[in-house]
């Protein structure tokens, strides 16, 4: 495992926005596939979207309501994942993990694809 550590999570109110980080020790994530995931109570983890090395992210029709996007600052080595217009569902605990660079520039978040993650950072939104 490769260290990653996420954080900028907290209690925010709905209808906020909020963005997380994923940082890497020791490695690049300019040259990795990455992959943002969530474990929301009662619920199995689930994919929220992802950024390729090239700069794509999911294909139209897998991204949902767009409340989602990644970006990356390659100097900082760090990956964000910025949400908007926050709900109450979306209270959990957020994951970003890591693969080797696929070359393409559709990703998915299917969870075997990717084999080193983070531990976690808790998002709460609540009134």
């Known amino acids: 495992q490769l260290p990653l550590v996420e954080s900028g999570g907290g209690l925010v109110q709905p209808g906020e926005s909020l963005t997380l980080s994923c940082t890497a020790t020791g490695f690049n994530l300019e040259h990795q596939d990455m992959g943002w995931f969530r474990q929301t109570p009662g619920k199995e983890r689930e994919g929220v979207s992802c950024?390729?090395?090239?700069?794509?992210?999911?294909r139209p029709q897998d991204s949902g309501s767009g409340r989602f996007t990644v970006s990356r600052d390659n100097l900082k080595n760090t990956v964000f994942l910025h949400i908007k217009n926050l709900e109450v569902e979306d209270t959990g605990l957020y994951y970003c993990?890591?693969?080797?660079?696929?070359?393409?520039?559709?990703?998915?978040?299917?969870?075997?694809?990717?084999?080193?993650w983070g531990r976690g950072t808790q998002v709460i939104v609540s009134s």
């Open positions: 993990a890591t693969r080797g660079a696929s070359g393409r520039w559709f990703c998915r978040t299917t969870e075997s694809d990717y084999n080193n």
């Open positions: 950024l390729t090395s090239r700069g794509g992210t999911l």
